[in-house]
């Protein structure tokens, strides 16, 4: 069975760092590109940052651009996100999802259960 | 960027069909197509129901069909069953490497 599974959230103060992982499990994980959504609580669906399937490029929400980094090890078949200078508005559930064949930002086929951020003093 | 635009809620019959828009601008929406729909239940991850428009992936049902029309796009969920309620959020590709949701439509089943 094709599945992300996602871990590292917890909660963090203010200007503080987190790193988030997403391990795969039933694909070739190196063939897609990867993708990072957050949900703030009871909000809508926020893109936060893309990697492409060889890791050569990323792309980042102006949000978080400077703040986060995203990363793939694609012999051990994870996805990161580097989160640094956290603000209470990143508090969100934080889901990685696998873009679709032929676009890095076209859809998401494939959906982690989600790991949650919580920025708080 | 903005956010595409779409209804907080809809509603509709069991066996009845709803649709569900979202506007967006000449730069995203309707410029590429790129449009995606997911569904999502409460506590759940979200799920692909549609992509470049009107692509269902398998595993989907054919109850669920998407459109364009100029800067909106249309999710339609025919005959509709009880299992449909959730949250529908859409997406597109906004150029500059850059993705745009929707703020989510609450869709109920009466």
């Known amino acids: 069975e094709v599945q992300l599974l996602e871990s590292g959230g917890g909660l963090v103060q203010p200007g503080g760092s987190l790193r988030l992982s997403c391990a795969d499990s039933g694909f070739t994980f190196s063939n897609y590109a990867m993708n990072w959504v957050r949900q703030a609580p009871g909000k809508g669906l926020d893109w936060v940052s893309a990697i492409s399937d060889g890791g050569g490029s990323t792309y980042y929400a102006d949000s978080v651009k400077g703040r986060f980094t995203i990363s793939r090890d694609n012999s051990k078949n994870t996805l990161y996100l580097q989160m640094n200078s956290l603000r209470v508005d990143d508090t969100a559930e934080y889901f990685c999802?696998?873009?679709?064949?032929?676009?890095?930002?076209?859809?998401?086929?494939?959906w982690g259960q989600g790991t949650m951020v919580t920025v708080a003093s | 960027q903005s956010a595409l635009t779409q209804p907080p809620s809809a509603s509709g019959s069991p066996g009845r069909s709803v649709t569900i828009s979202c506007t967006g601008t000449?730069?995203?929406?309707?410029?590429?197509?790129?449009v995606s729909w997911y569904q999502q239940h409460p506590g759940k991850a979200p799920k692909l129901m549609i992509y470049?428009?009107?692509k269902r992936p398998s595993g989907v049902p054919d109850r669920f069909s998407g459109s364009k029309s100029g800067n909106t796009a249309s999710l339609t969920v025919s005959g509709l069953q009880a299992e449909d309620e959730a949250d529908y959020y859409c997406s597109s590709y906004a150029g500059s490497n850059n993705l745009v949701f929707g703020g989510g439509t609450k869709l109920t089943v009466l």
């Open positions: 999802a696998r873009g679709i064949v032929g676009g890095i930002l076209h859809a998401f086929d494939i």
């Open positions: 000449s730069s995203d929406v309707g410029y590429y197509n790129y």
């Open positions: 470049e428009v009107s």
